[in-house]
Nanobody, 122 residues
Framework: QVQLVESGGGLVQAGDSLRLSCAAT????????MGWFRQAPGKEREFVAS????????SYADSVKGRFTISRDSAKNTVYLQMNSLKPEDTAVYYC???????????????WGQGTQVTVSS
């Protein structure tokens, strides 16, 4: 069992930066690929970024490529999402997820956090 707790969301202006954190409980953090997803009101949950268990490979949605960076710190059991050059269309609830095989599909993740709100004003 893995529990995930996101933090770092907030209200920012377009062009600003935020760093989201996702702290995982348990000693099996390194066994899981980690992902970030987001869901805006009235829209489906969408993939943002993922990182493999060892951290050597990352993947990003086209909409955030070049602006967002996913990373993980196994010593702290934490995964991060650095978000730069934020746009109003980035406004959503952001969720982190853990999966034995995590890719861009939500179904490949076994555990989910409760989400953190990111609001970007124009």
């Amino acid at each position: 069992q893995v529990q995930l707790v996101e933090s770092g969301g907030g209200l920012v202006q377009a062009g600003d930066s935020l760093r989201l954190s996702c702290a995982a409980t348990g000693r099996t953090f390194s066994r899981y690929a980690m992902g970030w997803f987001r869901q805006a009101p009235g829209k489906e949950r969408e993939f943002v970024a993922s990182i493999t268990r060892g951290g050597s490979n990352t993947s990003y949605a086209d909409s955030v490529k070049g602006r967002f960076t996913i990373s993980r710190d196994s010593a702290k059991n934490t995964v991060y999402l650095q978000m730069n050059s934020l746009k109003p269309e980035d406004t959503a609830v952001y969720y982190c997820a853990a999966g034995s095989y995590g890719d861009s599909r939500p179904i490949t993740y076994d555990y989910w956090g409760q989400g953190t709100q990111v609001t970007v004003s124009s």
